[in-house]
């Protein structure tokens, strides 16, 4: 039903776009130059004004027009049903109702909840022909309104630019509506966690084993909600990442850069991208079938024993995954150094070395500093090397040899199963993804800053 | 001896008495991939001279600038024949270290290219990649005299370690000067050194290459028929590739023999 109107409303606007520019087109055989637009632009104009107030407001009635028939529902419950009823079973009578008019009957419904059932059906369908009614006449209205504005002199250009302003704002809109959205429920949980288990323990604890019992009297007591071990595990895995992942990717940079001919460089630099494309769970594979049992052989040799889930190969095989980062930020950001500097520093009898240390890379910094940062952010969220290559034991060491955890694996085992919104294990996975996001955040506007002061750098 | 060395020994003894040669192209070829950028160019640099290369744009000057500290090994499409000397050894010789050589033979560029460091650093850069100096002491002594030699150093002295892009464009092309000077250079060569400068500036860079030229043999390529008047003493004129004539600047500006050297100085092309 919805997708039709769509479909109708486009193709209103469509026949608009013809009428409005065949309409101009008579102003033109009539007036000639003294038109002020194009025929093409009063076309525009009328389809903008067809389809786009119709289709903001089909947007609005269906993000709204659930939650009104909700509400209503709930007051046409007999009173017998909603005295002392709390919100959850309130929403329990809800779904059953929907049950019902759907036609999923488990159980004979008491004859309540079947009226119900029939009054949301007969409400969803009275708000659907309610919508393609409203909407359509909006659209026919705008046609007519449209068709009388429309004259020789009318700017019918700057009248649809100014329509595009508008999309190209709610677009934009868009964007930080949604982040803002991410916001928000992601401090509700954590503050509902907080309620539960205090800051300090978890911000400070040295213990994480999530775990709630199932009895009152379980012997296995409450669980610890300390999240150190957790962040220590994740910059271990980070730092290895980045340990492997700069050196390499900064030095194939400044070979693409400064060494390679054009020949070598067309083949490895598409190469180096296609490492940023491979899936990270590839990388998983990768990680645990071959790089794990290798590192496990090598210590073998030498007689260190190493767990089969090691820090090392989960960071390792990261820092391979974000070695284009670093080596394509920082091949952008060499190239942007103006040639007149490597002149100056060739003229001054400067060798190839010599200009890359002492001036190309003091000046390429901040680019670089900017693409490692990212890459940082990008191995401290990473989470399917971890699950597959270093394991769930939460262990604080910083042993690379050991398994360790991270948040985000932490956080996706918490949420997978059952999930139960009011004890503290499902929470706290909120209360994870909250500091991984703010030290993310951190980590972008940190590099977006350091990026852009380069930007200013050169004239 | 015969009759022709004798000749030219008395036109060098009539000419100039003094006059030493610093750097000679004989038989220059330069190739940009198929392309001939200049045809046979045989130019004598004198020592303590200002020497103009002028012509028309795509001529071919800068080229041969570029050939005298071996500028064009850069880029990789560029081949040069013939042989251009500094004190009578080949510069092309494989022999030839060409980190050396351009320790000898400073360059400073049409458009000023500070390094994005401090003032401090920048003239230090050299000295520092030579190994010229090793203590503070020494390193500021050299940075001082390069600043003082370029008429720079009152106007900076202050804020030595605030960074050169932040001079004004003619403070820039001197920094960028002394830069030059200050791993003491036999030779300079100037690229067009004032074109992106205003009047004031430019009179102030024209004077102090004729201060250097006291102690440097400087080679400038200039668009500026007037300032090649004012501050060369031998100018060469360049067109499409081929060196047209050769000679004091006072004969090439009033009694050219090329026609076409004629017509370019008094504006009639180019």
Redesign the interface.
């Known amino acids: 039903m919805t997708g039709y109107l769509f479909l109708a409303i486009l193709a209103l606007s469509l026949i608009a776009f013809y009428v409005g520019r065949s309409t101009a087109g008579r102003f033109v055989a009539a007036h000639g130059a003294e038109v002020h637009s194009r025929p093409i632009y009063h076309g525009a104009f009328a389809a903008v004004w067809v389809g786009l107030p119709a289709l903001v407001l089909v947007v609005f009635w269906l993000l709204f027009q659930d939650g009104v028939i909700d509400r209503l529902l709930i007051a046409s419950l007999p009173e017998s049903m909603k005295q002392g009823a709390s919100p959850s079973q309130l929403s329990l009578y809800l779904s059953e109702i929907k049950n019902v008019a759907s036609g999923r009957i488990f159980t004979e419904p008491s004859p309540e909840i079947s009226a119900a059932a029939e009054r949301y059906q007969r409400w969803q369908a009275i708000a659907q022909w309610a919508m393609v009614v409203v909407a359509l006449s909006v659209s026919a209205l705008a046609l007519y309104m449209a068709r009388t504005r429309m004259a020789p002199q009318f700017r019918a250009r700057q009248n649809f630019e100014r329509a595009l302003d508008i999309v190209m704002i709610l677009s934009a809109a868009v964007a930080i509506i949604v982040t803002l959205g991410i916001i928000v429920s992601l401090t509700y949980e954590a503050i509902q966690f907080f309620r539960l288990v205090p800051p300090h323990e978890f911000f400070f604890g040295l213990n994480w084993e999530p775990q709630i019992p199932i009895r009152e009297d379980q012997v296995a007591g409450t669980g610890a909600f300390g999240a150190v071990p957790v962040f220590t595990g994740t910059l271990l895995i980070a730092a290895i990442a980045l340990l492997v992942a700069i050196p390499v990717g900064l030095f194939s940079a400044i070979y693409l850069v400064e060494f390679a001919d054009e020949r070598v460089r067309g083949i490895i630099k598409p190469v180096l991208e296609i490492l940023a494309g491979v899936p990270t769970v590839v990388y998983g594979f990768f990680a645990v079938l071959t790089v794990a049992p290798a590192i496990r052989q090598a210590g073998g040799m030498m007689g260190i024993a190493i767990s089969p889930n090691s820090a090392l190969a989960a960071g390792g095989v990261m820092g391979i995954m974000i070695i284009p980062f670093i080596s394509s930020l920082s091949d952008d950001a060499l190239r942007a150094v103006p040639q007149s500097m490597r002149d100056g520093s060739f003229a001054m009898g400067a060798t190839k070395a010599e200009t890359v240390t002492r001036v190309l890379l003091p000046a390429a910094l901040p680019g670089i500093v900017g693409g490692i940062l990212l890459a940082a952010s990008r191995a401290i969220g990473e989470t399917m090397i971890v699950v597959m290559a270093a394991g769930l034991t939460a262990t604080l060491t910083a042993n690379p040899l050991e398994g360790v955890t991270t948040v985000t694996v932490q956080i996706v085992t918490l949420l997978i199963g059952d999930t139960a919104f009011d004890n503290p294990k499902t929470l706290s996975a909120f209360a994870l993804g909250l500091v991984l996001f703010v030290v993310t955040l951190c980590l972008n506007v940190l590099a977006l800053r350091i990026v852009r002061r380069y930007r200013e750098k050169y004239e | 001896m015969n009759m022709l060395t004798d000749a030219a020994v008395e036109a060098v003894l009539t000419e100039a008495p003094k006059e030493t040669l610093k750097m000679r192209g004989s038989g220059v070829n330069v190739f940009y991939g198929e392309k001939q950028a200049l045809f046979d160019v045989n130019l004598d640099i004198r020592e303590n001279q200002v020497t103009a290369l002028i012509g028309p744009s795509g001529c071919g000057k800068s080229t041969f600038l570029r050939c005298l ?1 071996r ?1 064009n090994d ?1 880029i ?1 499409i560029c081949r040069v024949n013939g042989e251009i000397t500094l004190d009578g050894e080949d510069i092309y010789d494989p022999r030839i270290d ?6 000898r033979v ?2 400073v ?1 049409q ?1 000023p ?5 401090s003032i401090y650093e920048n003239v230090a ?2 000295p ?3 190994g010229l100096a090793s203590t503070k002491s020494e390193f500021d002594a050299i940075v001082e005299t390069s600043l003082q030699k370029a008429g720079l150093f009152n106007e900076v002295k202050d804020r030595l370690h605030e960074p050169g ?1 932040g001079l004004s464009g003619g403070q820039q092309q001197r920094l ?1 000067i002394a ?2 000077i200050a ?1 003491s250079p036999e030779v300079i060569l100037m690229d067009e050194p004032c074109s992106a400068l205003d009047p004031i500036a430019t009179a102030k860079v024209e004077e102090l290459i004729d201060e250097l030229r006291e102690n440097y043999t400087i080679v400038i390529v200039t668009h500026s028929m007037q300032q090649a008047a004012r501050v060369s003493q031998r100018t060469a004129m360049f067109h499409l590739g081929h060196l047209v004539e050769e000679g004091p600047t006072d004969k090439i500006f009033t009694n050219p023999d090329d026609k076409r050297t004629q017509d370019y100085i008094t504006g009639r092309f180019g």
């Not at chain 2, 060409?98 to 320790?103: D, K, N, Q, Y």
């Not at chain 2, 290219?113 to 460091?117: G, I, S, T």
């Open positions: 500290n500028m850069t990789d060409v980190v050396e050589l351009r320790a400073g360059m560029f458009k290219n500070p390094f994005p460091k850069y050299g520092r990649i030579h892009t960028c830069r030059a791993v």
